[in-house]
């Protein structure tokens, strides 16, 4: 890590947010098909299912839109740790739900501190990080992310040997440690200096960087150039930008807002979140049988998504965002196109008496589409995973970069919302329809991000401006750009980021 320590180590621990995240995600995954969950709550049919798992979504959804104020008005750092307080509320509330409305309302408290969470992280880790590497510590998020995810499914499975109540109560309650973690870890962290010198707070922003990058060394050339880059970048902000949403529909910006939505918004069609909510039925459907198998699989399931998350930590700012968007959405849709057509050729679909669905499979192609399940994970998490927390983060100016980051955010939140109301109805009625509905979205993914999304690796916070100033074809603006790091000499270059 050499100079980068303090940068790693600050993004690390802030990542923690999207731990949280992840492990909501997770427990509840497998929660709904926790016999004691089941029977406490009157076996809720699949539009029950999908309010109480969207109503954590929903709470994201507010959450976010709120949180670009806050970060702007009371610093990422204090946002986030507020974000810790809500979260735990509501995780106390659900751990000890006596009825449904209970566990709604708890569900949705623990969604605003995340929907807070998810958008103030990002940004966070952006503005600590030098360009070099904040691709990698960004995608930290997502890396917490999957985390969350793996000890949720593994202590699901651990306690759905409990034969009582506690079952499900102990994995919800666990939630709130990382919470309190975090809170706790955040006391110890630096403001973002970018937002230090947005509010006049020079020296303590000098005194940041000069942590960040040097050690402490305030006279470090590298400090005291990244702090004159980013007073001139606020100055020019000041001049040209009002502190208001409104400043999101100027050209340069609307540009980019709608990149950042769109973006979103093709991250949540990838059908992750269906994956990870529903993962434990679609194996059920698929022909596991019992709940251990089904559980023991969707342990597996989070293992993968856990490590095919590192390459892309290591590897993204060498790879490069569009790429790695386009192939990873090739991934995601041939994967649901192969199980598309295994499970539609095969499938003998029956009910049994609680109404749930079994598609009656042959073994082969039974494990055929368990193992395109895994392949999906893998494309996604070296892909969509991580570079749907940085592309947004860091493309817009300073001055309005928290609340368009709550737009963005908001707009996955909003479609995690629909998708997870919807899709218990879809996995049940349509089955391998809705597989072939996500691969053709994913194939058409590709041809919108090779058109539309220009390349950002390497770039400094403050060299957006040039980039997003040309045509809004970016497959033919790249001579622009590179005439623009001919002139100006600002190559990119392939700097040691270890």
Not at 248 to 254: F, G, K, Q, S, Y
Not at 391 to 403: L, Q, T, V
Request: net charge positive; proline share 4%; charged share 15%.
């Amino acid at each position: 890590m050499g100079r980068n320590t303090q940068a790693y180590l600050v993004g690390g621990i802030s990542a923690l947010g999207g731990l949280l995240f992840g492990y909501d995600t997770g427990v509840m995954s497998s929660i709904l098909e926790m016999d004691y969950w089941k029977e406490y709550f009157n076996h809720p049919g699949s539009i029950g299912v999908g309010v109480i798992v969207s109503l954590l979504t929903a709470g994201c959804f507010v959450g976010s839109l709120c949180a670009g104020w806050l970060a702007d008005r009371y610093s990422r750092k204090i946002t986030i740790m507020v974000a810790c307080v809500v979260f735990t509320l509501g995780a106390s509330i659900q751990c000890g739900s006596r009825n449904r409305a209970m566990l709604i309302c708890g569900r949705f408290i623990a969604g605003l501190g995340v929907g807070v969470l998810s958008m103030t992280v990002p940004v966070f880790q952006s503005e600590i990080a030098p360009p070099e590497i904040r691709g990698r510590l960004v995608s930290l998020q997502q890396w917490a992310i999957t985390w969350g995810l793996l000890i949720a499914f593994w202590i699901d499975y651990g306690c759905h040997f409990i034969k009582s109540d506690a079952s499900w109560r102990i994995p919800i309650g666990i939630q709130i440690v990382p919470a309190a973690i975090l809170f706790f870890s955040m006391i110890f962290m630096p403001f973002s200096p970018r937002w230090l010198i947005d509010h006049d707070r020079v020296e303590e922003a000098h005194k940041v960087l000069a942590r960040l990058r040097a050690s402490g060394d305030m006279a470090a050339p590298e400090v005291i150039v990244e702090l004159e880059e980013i007073k001139e970048a606020v100055r020019i902000d000041r001049e040209t930008a009002v502190r208001s949403y409104a400043e999101l529909l100027r050209a340069t910006i609307r540009r980019r807002l709608v990149l950042g939505i769109v973006l979103r918004i093709l991250e949540q069609l990838t059908g992750i979140n269906v994956i990870m909510y529903y993962a434990v039925s679609i194996f059920k459907q698929s022909g596991l049988k019992g709940n251990n198998s089904s559980l023991l699989a969707q342990g597996i399931n989070g293992v993968v998504n856990m490590l095919a998350t590192i390459p892309a930590i290591i590897w993204i700012d060498r790879w490069g965002r569009r790429k790695t968007l386009m192939f990873g959405a090739l991934g995601c849709g041939l994967a649901y196109f192969i199980q598309a057509i295994a499970t539609g050729a095969t499938q003998n679909k029956t009910y049994d008496e609680n109404g749930d669905v079994n598609l009656n499979m042959p073994k082969g192609p039974s494990y055929l589409v368990i193992v395109m399940m895994y392949l999906f994970v893998v494309s996604f998490a070296m892909s969509w995973g991580p570079i749907g927390w940085i592309y947004p983060s860091e493309i817009f100016p300073m001055r309005i970069r928290s609340k368009a980051n709550s737009i963005t955010t908001a707009s996955n939140w909003l479609f995690n919302f629909a998708i997870g109301l919807v899709a218990p109805i879809l996995i049940k009625r349509i089955t391998w329809g809705l597989d072939l509905i996500f691969a053709i979205i994913m194939f058409i993914t590709v041809f919108i991000i090779f058109f539309f999304y220009p390349e950002t690796k390497g770039r400094s916070l403050e060299d957006m401006e040039v980039i997003f100033s040309g045509s809004v074809w970016a497959n033919k603006d790249k001579k622009r750009i590179e005439e623009y790091d001919q002139t100006t000499k600002h190559h990119i270059e392939e700097k040691p980021s270890v």
